[in-house]
Structures are given as structure tokens and as C-alpha cells.
T-cell receptor, first 113, second 114 residues
Framework: GQQVMQIPQYQHVQEGEDFTTYCNSS?????IQWYKQRPGGHPVFLIQ?????EVKKQKRLTFQFGEAKKNSSLHITATQTTDVGTYFC?????????????FGQGTTLQVKP | NAGVTQTPKFRVLKTGQSMTLLCAQD?????MYWYRQDPGMGLRLIHY???????AKGEVPDGYNVSRLKKQNFLLGLESAAPSQTSVYFC?????????????FGQGTRLTVV
């Protein structure tokens, strides 16, 4: 099964509202990546988090890595219609040398204008 | 610089037919991956490769075979297609090394098995 659980599966928001998706793991992660897939498109890399408690920002997007490195979140402030898509977290299964890149189930964001 | 290219983009197969999906990358990446994407299931790893001549099973390998004879190509084969293999298939590649690196994806192949 999936190494990471991602919630929620779907989220509908009104334009201007905030949005958050969470990834949770039962094991300590070496790092975590986030990707965005626009409808009909392919996943595109957004960011990677490596350090415990790390927080990174990209304009209206804020990414956090938990202190225990077992969870992560992506928060979008004041959503826009351009934020529509599916957001995935991804982790390396086992040690970082295995190369086995596993994705969460994804959170699909719909934004009503 | 094309990145990751998948061939074909669309295909309809009859149950029992075989086919091969081709993934080519021009970034000299060590690692290559095949995923399938189904509604509500996210991206599930089928097989992957950490270098030329190597392959390994992912989360859902049954019914698929792969080969990595050349570093730039990763082939996904379906020997006897089943309706359960109807899906969108994505290939990805990334640079190797001790640290994790971002994955680059192809445009996807939409496969329908009837």
C-alpha cells in the first residue's frame, strides 16, 4: 500500500478561500516532495523539504515539514482559479538509495469563481 | 531539449492483445519510472529502474514487464491486456545520486482495453 496517506481526497473552495492538504507517514521520512497536476496534464514538481520543521514559501503556497519528519502540509492562501488541479506528495520508499519514489493519493482542488 | 517523451499518447486495445509503451528521456537521468493513474487512486508505481540494465518492481507490477536496455529508454509491456489495465500511464525520470531529486514526467498515455 501507499507509504503516505494524503487527505483530503477532494476539496471544493470559493475563490479567495484558503486550502490545505496534508501528507502523513507512519515512518520517519528523509524528505518529501510536492507536485501539482493540472486537469489533463502531467505532474510538475513544486518543491522538496528536507529538514525537520522546515517551512518554505512560493508566493501564496506555504509548505511545511513536521518536526518529527512524519507529516507535511501544503497551504494555499486566497485560492485562485489557476490553483485548480491535483496536488501530490511524494517520498522515497525505504532509504534514499533505493530510488523507489512513491506518491500519495493526491488532493484534487476545485475553485469556484 | 524534449525532456521525457511517451509514445503513443492514446491507444485502444482489445482484451488479450499485447503492446509496448515507450518512454524516452534526453536528460541523462539514471532513474526512470512507470506509474498508472486511476481516479481516486493517485499515482501508483508499476516498475522502476535505477540504471541501464536494471529494473525493479513497484507497488502494482502484476501484468506488466519492463526493460531498460538503453539508459535513455524505459519500455513498459503488456503481454495480455485486461480491462483492469485501462488507465493513464505516466513515465518519469530523475537524476540519480544520494539525495532525492525532482522527477520529470512525460505527457502520459491514455490506454483503453475493451
Amino acid at each position: 500500500g501507499q507509504q503516505v496517506m494524503q487527505i483530503p481526497q477532494y476539496q471544493h473552495v470559493q475563490e479567495g478561500e484558503d486550502f490545505t492538504t496534508y501528507c502523513n507517514s507512519s515512518t520517519t521520512l528523509s524528505n518529501i516532495q510536492w507536485y501539482k497536476q493540472r486537469p489533463g496534464g502531467h505532474p510538475v514538481f513544486l518543491i522538496q523539504l528536507v529538514k525537520s520543521g522546515e517551512v518554505k514559501k512560493q508566493k501564496r503556497l506555504t509548505f511545511q515539514f513536521g518536526e518529527a519528519k512524519k507529516n507535511s502540509s501544503l497551504h494555499i492562501t486566497a485560492t485562485q482559479t489557476t490553483d485548480v488541479g491535483t496536488y501530490f506528495c511524494a517520498v522515497l520508499h525505504g532509504s534514499s538509495n533505493t530510488g523507489k519514489l512513491i506518491f500519495g493519493q493526491g488532493t484534487t482542488l476545485q475553485v469556484k469563481p | 531539449n524534449a525532456g521525457v517523451t511517451q509514445t503513443p499518447k492514446f491507444r485502444v486495445l482489445k482484451t488479450g492483445q499485447s503492446m509496448t509503451l515507450l518512454c524516452a528521456q534526453d536528460m541523462n537521468h539514471e532513474y526512470m519510472y512507470w506509474y498508472r493513474q486511476d481516479p481516486g487512486m493517485g499515482l501508483r508505481l508499476i516498475h522502476y529502474s535505477v540504471g541501464e540494465g536494471t529494473t525493479a518492481k513497484g507497488e502494482v507490477p502484476d501484468g506488466y514487464n519492463v526493460s531498460r536496455l538503453k539508459k535513455q529508454n524505459f519500455l513498459l509491456g503488456l503481454e495480455s491486456a485486461a480491462p483492469s489495465q485501462t488507465s493513464v500511464y505516466f513515465c518519469a525520470s530523475r537524476r540519480g545520486g544520494p539525495a532525492n531529486t525532482e522527477a520529470f514526467f512525460g505527457q502520459g498515455t491514455r490506454l483503453t482495453v475493451v
